[in-house]
């Protein structure tokens, strides 16, 4: 592992040393795991009393920690979060294959790989296929004819780009996901279903980084559309025809039908599913396994199945738990009404 | 691409063209993306209005679309989107991998492959598996010992099907799907999980088209199928000795708990899950989301978490949101009762 | 298929035979489905109906069948279906393939494999890797640098375990499972998300198995932790850092958010999530699709969404499906109510 002195790690970090500049840093740990030569990180107030037993020898910290964190070496940031990633990045860095193309690699007399591309082993790059500058393409992954993959990507094994798609770069795959997958339509003929042929393509912005396992369809005829900078997680759907804007969020499992759009900055929490041919706007939450049946206005923030504002879901599901009680005092009230009832007209 | 006039794709399409014959169609498009040498179509009514601002050549349309259509070249059918399917399969085909068994394929000599079989790279297909007439194997697929895989199907990259599965003519298989993964059965062992042995098999009826990343457990022992016809979607999970019917439809996500029966022309929304050893009739509906937990009787819908019939969970949810109402006013009829109790017992 | 005696099957299953030793039993089947030369099995007295009517060879069953049995053969044990599965075990054996490493796998030289592993083609051991002895690795399987599988696993077909990742022995991961992939974490700035570098990895217990095409991310720092014994279904998603105790099961498509604890025994019903960083405490059952929110202690059992207490849960969702008749009751209550006070007040 590379070892840092803590003003070269302050100068990735964008932050300012409090403490000694020359100290040897060469692990990175959270904050209750760390030991001695390891720096760490206190994101915000909450974790401000752990300063004073942690066994770090640096922490990264905003503002205004210095008080509590006594004689302890620091960098001091505005981001701690941020600049413990980036001192991550350089203390631990991944492994990654170098450039060329492995000999037991298929790489199609058409397709075109730009300079310092890396194909691992087992890989198929059909003819057509482009792959830009610098992209590392993992043993076993598939790569359709005519797709298009940028520069500065990581595509991990077993994925799977169909034909004619479109990544952008700097784009994350992680492994065994799919890429253009036929959508999920059919026509009625006599009760039985006739596949409408699905032609159209994905195209995947720049920036973006795409979980294991997830399954994103081609449009029918079109595009299906993931914004620069989004970021789906693990075992997500996304269906034919589907449009999500830019620096949008969707965790685990979470799943949207056919042709719906969903807009910029956006957070999904995990297991969401929306219906097809609704449009979710920009600056939304959705709360995680809500189910989202209808139009979603931009800057809102919704819950439940089917989802209702957040706040509304938040008052009727607290009431939910406590039906029985509910229950028995209108019963309660039936009863002393009959009462009174039985006075005013006694027969 | 192909270009074909009016007149022959009236002819693929089964339809009457009403306007210029000899128009040259080179595309396909949704009504408000065509343009120009695109033919396009409108399912309904619904789309009529949309007719008279279309930059598309040409429109599939049922009967009485005519006035709504002006002077635009019409192919008039019975059905238009299963005539457009029909449409694009020949304006746009697809390109599928020609017949031949890559020398970077491993074929085990104890396998059979019937003629015009295409085996790409990578492909791995074991002793004694049998392989239909110009089925196409897409590189990376696992084709294990004494599986069957029917004549024309077309099984994409990564799929997994293991030993002794059998899938029928025409299937589709996307990638990373998994065919005969164990099912997930244990007996228990002071405390501890014994796994059950898994012996049993998957078996696909004809024409069944399944999307990507789904899992499909083989059976403990005998079998689980699907039936002729049935679509299942991305991600979707079906556990061992369930049965699935005849021209169903699984939307994404869903999952069926052991030895569950579904029946024929059922449909799930996405997300559906259903509990082990239940019957789900024939043409049942399930919305999205909704968790099963009881048989569904034939020609049913049913929502919910429990499910229960859809019209009585449509109820029930919009009181859900109320709810804080409904709890306010229970409370304001206990203050005006015991108003009127002290007034008759004042003490 | 192997044949066996009576005699021999007791031997195995631990049990005593009533009747004949020596007949031969070449099969095993479910109680309806087996017929002659078969061995079946009834778990307990609910099944005592079928034994009148089974066209079995032999049965296996507990104390206390004779009598339901009559002059049928039987194995007589204390746990039936503990018995019957190792009684498959032997007359339906799995066929696997035999160690070697296939000339078409790649295995790197600084890759150690231990006696008789068997490596199928297309299989990739990167740089640094372990495989413990009689481990067996389908095909296209990618083991990553650095990444440790202890003795007599099995891996199917498509998995991907990425660098550094730490499985022990006896584990079975079924087709396109992936085992170290990035946690989902992001830093923000300036509302763009930044990748957190995810540098820890996954340890997986001894004994566990896990299903097909599921995701288990690795931690951030540290480690993702799946305790000995424990099973896990087809498409779940542990996210990083996550750590779950020993002998714990859970069910298709269930999801764990980042840094979340759950503990040993603990049961998960089908499509259950579980929010980030809570506690959930041993021998706890959740319900099939529950949303778990907030801390669970041990030895208790929750449903819903957001779940509670399992009574709780059914009480409220059997009024939940009664909400139209109590908010009737109410209104009319209202009525009643208001007549009163009209008499009592007539203005």
């Known amino acids: 592992m590379p070892e840092k002195s ?17 100290a040897v840093i060469t692990g990175a740990a959270p904050l209750e795991d760390a030991g001695p030569g390891d720096i760490t990180f206190a994101a915000d107030r909450k974790y401000f009393g752990l300063l004073s037993t942690t066994r770090a020898s640096a922490v990264v910290v905003p503002e205004g920690a210095e008080n509590a964190a006594g004689s302890l070496d620091l960098i001091v940031v505005r981001n701690p979060q941020l600049a413990f990633a980036r001192i991550v990045e350089v203390l631990r860095p991944q492994y990654l294959p170098g450039p060329g193309v492995h000999p037991k690699a298929e790489v199609h007399p058409g397709a ?55 990544v952008g770069d700097r784009v994350i795959v992680h492994s065994n996901t799919v890429i253009g997958s036929d959508g999920f339509g059919y026509a009625r003929d006599s ?35 993931i914004g620069r900078g989004t970021k789906i997680d693990n075992l997500v759907h996304i269906a034919h025809n589907v449009r999500i804007g830019e620096d949008s969020a969707l965790a685990a499992q979470s799943g949207i039908a056919g042709s719906t759009k969903v807009g910029s900055r956006v957070q999904f929490g995990g297991q969401v599913g929306i219906s097809g041919h609704l449009n979710v706007g920009d600056d939304v939450g959705i709360g995680a396994k809500s189910g989202v049946v209808q139009d979603v206005p931009s800057r809102s923030v919704c819950s439940g199945i089917p ?41």
Chains 1, 2, 3 share one sequence.
């Open 191 to 225: 009760g039985k279903y006739v596949k409408v042929p699905q032609r159209g393509i994905v195209r995947i912005g720049d920036d973006v980084e795409i979980g294991a396992s997830a399954a994103i369809d081609r449009a029918a005829l079109g595009e299906t559309s």
């Open 6 to 22: 803590l003003a070269e790690l302050a100068a990735i970090a964008g932050g300012i040393v409090r403490g000694n500049e020359a």
């Open 112 to 166: 075109r790989l730009a300079k310092d591309v890396s194909v691992q082993a087992f890989s198929v790059i059909e003819d057509g296929a482009v792959v830009g500058e610098r992209t590392i393409i993992f043993p076993g992954v598939y790569i359709g004819r005519g797709a298009a993959i940028g520069a500065d990507c990581v595509i991990y094994p077993g994925v799977s780009i169909r034909e004619g798609c479109v």
């Open 307 to 347: 989802a209702i504002p957040h706040t509304d879901w938040l008052k009727a599901q607290n009431i939910y738990a406590k039906l029985p009680e509910l229950r028995k005092k209108v019963s309660e009230l039936e009863k002393r009404l009959a009462e009174i009832e039985k006075k005013h007209d006694p027969k």
